[in-house]
C-alpha cells in the first residue's frame, strides 16, 4: 500500500527508556529508588566519574535489554560491547558517556501501530544499552535561566536507546508509536512509565523531503506531539517564506509549545567514538534462548487471542490488551461462567475503563496476580496522577457481581454504572453499594404509580408527544426515573408510557 504524504513529512523517533525497575545502576550498586530523595544522594565515584573508579556491568540489565530487542522482533547481535560517546555538558561529569556504537545490542526489528491508513510497520534500526546522564533543571526557562542546577542522582540509571526508522507521517502517527511501545513495555515490566525521565524522546523530523531537524528531550507523549505540530509548521512557513532548513538541534519549551534553536547538528566524528577499554566486548548470542522463554504474551498476540476465544469486537480487543492489567482483569471477568465475554468486554472496554480513565488513574499493582487462566480474581488499585493521596481499587468479582445483577434484572444498566462510579470514589463492595445506596429495582407495580403520576403531571409534554413530538417522550420517561430514584428499567418505563399515552 502507498500512502499519501503530500507535504513530505518524514519523523523517526529515538525513545531514551529507563529501566528503573532494576534494582542498581548499569555501572555501580548504587540504588535506582532515588525519585523521592534529596539531590545528589545516590552517587558514587562510578556514576560521578571520579578519576580510578572502574565501571562493572549489571548483568540483569543486559537481560533486559535483550527482552525489550526481542518484543520489538530485533535480532540479537552474535557480540556487543561498549564504547565511550565524548562530549562536554554539565551533566555529564567524566566528559563522555559509555553507549553502545557499531554494535548495539539489537537491530532491524518494527513496531505495528494504526496509521492514517491502516496497520502499518514502523522499523526498528536499532536498540542500544547507555547510561543516563544526570538532570539540569533551568532556574526558568531555557533560554532566559538565571542558572542551573544539577543533581546527578539519575547518573548512570540503565537506558535503552530505541531508534525508529523515518516511517511515521504524523504527528498523530507518532504519538500511536509512542502509545504501542509503552505499552509493550508495560508488558515486559522492565520500568516504571509513571516515573519521572521513565521515556524521554527526541524527535527527528523533515518536510518536503527537506533537511531534518532535531527536537532534544521531550518528556511527554502529549508533548512530543505538541512539538511535532509546531515543528512541521515551523518549517513549512520557513520554506514558504523563501528560507532553508539548516541540520540543527532544537529544544521544546512545553510552556511556550515552541521550539528554540540549540546548537548545529553533531555528526558521529564530533563524538570521536572509541571502544570503552574498562569493559569487555560480550558475547550475548547464546543468552537468546533462555531470555526468550521469559517473554510474556505481548499486546498483538493477546489481542489476536482475544479476537478468536472471545468473539469480540477489533476496537475492544485493542482497547482491552493495550494495558496488561486491564487485559488480566477482563479475563478475570470474561471466564466467569455466569457472564457472556462479549458482555464484559463491553462493561470493561467501553465502560469501566472509561471510568478509571476519567479519574486519571494509573494501575500501580494489583493484588491476587494470576499466574495461568482461569483466573478466579483479580483487584486493580491505583493512585490518582492529580492527587497522588487518593488510592481507588476495585475487584474483578465486584464488576461480575454487577452484571449479574443487571442481567438477571436487579438492577438498571445506568446503576450498574453508578455503583462501579461509587466503588471508585468512595470505596465498598458492588453488594454493599447497591444495598446502601437502595439502587435495586422497585417492583412493576411502583413504576407503573410513577408512569400515571408522570401522564397526570405533564400535561403539555404529553399532548405535545400526542402531537407528534417524540422527543417529549424522553422528557416523561426521565421524570419517572425520577420519581423511582432512578431504580426503574428506563426501558420498561418508556414501553408503559407508549401504552398508556394510546390507550
Known amino acids: 500500500m502507498v500512502y499519501e504524504n503530500p507535504d513530505g513529512v518524514r519523523i523517526g523517533l529515538e525513545v531514551h527508556v529507563q529501566l528503573n525497575k532494576l534494582n542498581t545502576k548499569l555501572f555501580c550498586g548504587c540504588s535506582t529508588d532515588y525519585h523521592d530523595s534529596e539531590p545528589n544522594t545516590h552517587v558514587c565515584p562510578v556514576c560521578l566519574g ?4 572502574l565501571p562493572v556491568i549489571n548483568e540483569k540489565a543486559v537481560e533486559y535489554a535483550m527482552k525489550i530487542g526481542l518484543a520489538l522482533g530485533c535480532d540479537i547481535v ?3 560491547q561498549f564504547h565511550r560517546k565524548n562530549y ?5 561529569p567524566k566528559g563522555f558517556q559509555t553507549t553502545q556504537y557499531d554494535f548495539p545490542i539489537a537491530g532491524e526489528g518494527k513496531v505495528v501501530i494504526e496509521g492514517e491508513d491502516g496497520e502499518r ?15 539540569l533543571q533551568h532556574m526558568g526557562s531555557i533560554d532566559k535561566s538565571k542558572g542551573t542546577l544539577i543533581n546527578y542522582n539519575r547518573s548512570g540509571m540503565t537506558l535503552i536507546e530505541i531508534v525508529s526508522e523515518p516511517d511515521m507521517r504524523s504527528p498523530k502517527e507518532a504519538r500511536r508509536y509512542l502509545d504501542k511501545l509503552r505499552s509493550i513495555l508495560d508488558y515486559l515490566d522492565v520500568f516504571n512509565g509513571d516515573l519521572e525521565g521513565a521515556m524521554r524522546v527526541d524527535a527527528n523530523v523533515s518536510v518536503f523531503m527537506g533537511e531534518r531537524v532535531e527536537v532534544k528531550n521531550i518528556s511527554s507523549f502529549k508533548g512530543a506531539e505538541r512539538a511535532l505540530l509546531y515543528e512541521i509548521m515551523r518549517q513549512k512557513n520557513q520554506i514558504r517564506r523563501g528560507g532553508e532548513i539548516t541540520l540543527e538541534t532544537r529544544h521544546f519549551d512545553e510552556a511556550r509549545g515552541v521550539t528554540l534553536s540549540m546548537r548545529t547538528k553533531e555528526t558521529e566524528n564530533d563524538y570521536r567514538y572509541f571502544p570503552e577499554p574498562d569493559l569487555m566486548p560480550m558475547r550475548v548470542a547464546d543468552r537468546v534462548p533462555a531470555v526468550a522463554a521469559t517473554l510474556p504474551e505481548l499486546p498483538d498476540a493477546k489481542r489476536n487471542r482475544f479476537l478468536e476465544e472471545y468473539d469480540m469486537t477489533d476496537m475492544h480487543a485493542k482497547a482491552l490488551t493495550s494495558d496488561q492489567d486491564i487485559a488480566d482483569f477482563y479475563e478475570a471477568v470474561a471466564q466467569n461462567e455466569n457472564i457472556d465475554s462479549k ?6 472496554a467501553d465502560i469501566f475503563k472509561g471510568e478509571w480513565n476519567y479519574r486519571d488513574l494509573a494501575i500501580h499493582g494489583r493484588t491476587n496476580d494470576p499466574v495461568t487462566p482461569p483466573y478466579s480474581w483479580v483487584k486493580l488499585s ?3 496522577r492529580k492527587d497522588p493521596t487518593i488510592t481507588s481499587s476495585i475487584g474483578s468479582d465486584d464488576l461480575i457481581y454487577i452484571i449479574g445483577s443487571v442481567n438477571n434484572g436487579e438492577i438498571s444498566d445506568n446503576s450498574g454504572i453508578e455503583v462501579i462510579r461509587i466503588i471508585l470514589d468512595e470505596g465498598g463492595s458492588a453488594n454493599e453499594v447497591i444495598d446502601a445506596k437502595g439502587l435495586r429495582k422497585v417492583e412493576d407495580d411502583i413504576v407503573a404509580t410513577a408512569v400515571s403520576e408522570t401522564i397526570a403531571e405533564n400535561e403539555a409534554a404529553v399532548q ?3 402531537g407528534g413530538a417524540e422527543k417529549s417522550l424522553n422528557f416523561l420517561v426521565g421524570q419517572v426515573m425520577k420519581k423511582t430514584k432512578g431504580r426503574a428499567d428506563a426501558r420498561q418505563a418508556r414501553e408503559l408510557l407508549v401504552a398508556a399515552l394510546k390507550s
Not at 88 to 92: G, K, T
Not at 121 to 130: K, L, S, Y
Open 343 to 348: 458482555d464484559a468486554a463491553v462493561w470493561v
Open 78 to 80: 552474535e557480540q556487543t
Open 88 to 92: 562536554y555538558y554539565p551533566d555529564l
Open 50 to 53: 571520579l578519576p580510578g573508579a
Open 382 to 384: 491505583g493512585a490518582n
Open 464 to 466: 405535545d408527544y400526542l
Open 121 to 135: 510497520d514502523i522499523g526498528i534500526t536499532r536498540a542500544h544499552m547507555e547510561e543516563d546522564p544526570g538532570r
